[in-house]
């Protein structure tokens, strides 16, 4: 008798999780006046970790900021934050 395929597990787990107090330390950017999102996507690998919100400024233009940790002997460092914007041009206006 054969044995069954047991099928290998992603090497990157993705949730989502709730917007606490907690995580407003990681992203810095509450401090800035954006509003914050409500829920922020957590993708971990076996030795980083990648947490990923989109947040909306005063006017509305929304943001979202990647900020990527790395594992070490004492527990997590920031290794990278990404900040990204989508461009809109309307028209009309002049310069």
Do not use: C
């Amino acid at each position: 008798m054969a044995r069954r395929k047991i099928s290998r597990r992603p090497a990157r787990q993705t949730k989502v999780v709730a917007w606490s107090p907690a995580i407003e330390g990681l992203f810095r950017m509450a401090a800035v006046g954006w509003t914050p999102p409500a829920t922020v996507r957590v993708s971990q690998g076996g030795a980083s970790m990648t947490w990923s919100a989109d947040f909306s400024d005063e006017k509305g233009q929304p943001f979202t900021l990647k900020v990527r940790l790395r594992r070490a002997k004492d527990g997590w460092k920031l290794a990278e934050e990404t900040l990204q914007t989508r461009l809109i041009y309307r028209a009309g206006a002049s310069a």
